[in-house]
């Protein structure tokens, strides 16, 4: 089953001159969802305080499908779509409570050792966890628009 954050609400602070959420806002959506889900895998505040380890975005990609207004309130998913010792690679899905697309996101998360800063293996036990949370969304669909890459499309002639 995907992971679904709790109802979040556009503010006014967040709208920009065409009156619409401002495209930086859409990623704080998202990092809120990511809050929410990150302690299921062992990561969030006490994880970087006690251990001295964390997580960085390395790539942070999003489709914008339909615009949010001040006022709407919305919900993301989390998708788990791969893993190593180091790195995972996640999908995310920004839905207006309506049941409306809104946007996508997909990440690939470094796994970081905050002494130097470095790339480094996640302990067995969170370890664990990722790979539980892998194990049971490995049997999902694979979103359609994991992959996506950027760029004026062509036509040939």
């Known amino acids: 089953m995907l ?7 556009v503010v006014p602070e967040w709208i920009d001159y065409n009156g619409h959420l401002n495209m930086a806002y859409y990623n704080v959506l998202f990092d809120r969802c990511a809050d ?7 990561f969030g505040p006490d994880y970087a305080e006690t251990r001295k380890l964390t997580t960085y975005t390395a790539e942070f990609h999003v489709c914008y499908v339909q615009e949010l207004h001040e006022g709407h309130r919305v919900y993301s998913t989390f998708q788990m779509i791969d ?10 899905e920004l839905y207006h ?3 409306w697309l809104a946007a996508t996101a997909e990440a690939l998360t470094l796994h970081v050792d905050m002494t130097g800063p470095r790339v480094a293996a996640m302990p067995p036990d969170v370890m ?3 790979k539980a949370l892998y194990d049971q969304h490995s049997t999902l669909p694979r979103p359609d628009r ?3 890459s950027i760029g004026i499309r062509r036509k040939a002639g």
């Open 83 to 92: 893993y190593d010792e180091k790195r995972f690679h996640s999908y995310q």
């Open 3 to 9: 992971l679904k954050s709790s109802l979040m609400t």
């Open 146 to 148: 994991v992959g996506r």
């Open 128 to 130: 664990e966890k990722v």
């Open 36 to 42: 929410e889900v990150y302690p299921m895998m062992g």
């Open 97 to 99: 409570e309506d049941g």
